[in-house]
């Protein structure tokens, strides 16, 4: 079946996809981006899809370092492939209390 009208087909130009393809590198480099997104700035707008699979490698990487803390080698080698340059302390202020770093 062909179409009575001629249509040119193009492909999409995506933008920002990490190479030629992306692929499976491009992927985990996009959710390193957000995992490190959501430690940052403590929320992120992005598509449920995309939040979805960032939110439990974002929540491993927090259970992981309340139970062990920062002295735990393993713990600091998943947060170093995990969080992409974060430079300085990160503190999170609690309610009442503001602390500055």
Do not use: N
Not at 15 to 26: E, I
Not at 63 to 92: N, Q, R, S, V
């Amino acid at each position: 079946m062909s179409l009575k009208i001629p249509y040119k087909t193009t492909h999409r130009q995506l933008k920002h996809t990490f190479g030629l393809h992306g692929g499976p590198r491009a992927r985990i480099a996009r959710l390193r981006m957000l995992v490190t997104a959501v430690i940052r700035h403590e929320r992120i707008e992005t598509t449920r899809k995309k939040a979805d699979e960032a939110r439990g490698y974002t929540e491993r990487l927090l259970y992981e370092a309340i139970k062990h803390g920062d002295k735990h080698g393993p713990t600091m080698e998943l947060a170093d492939f995990w969080l992409l340059a974060i430079h300085g302390p990160l503190c999170f202020p609690r309610k009442g209390e503001m602390k500055v770093c």
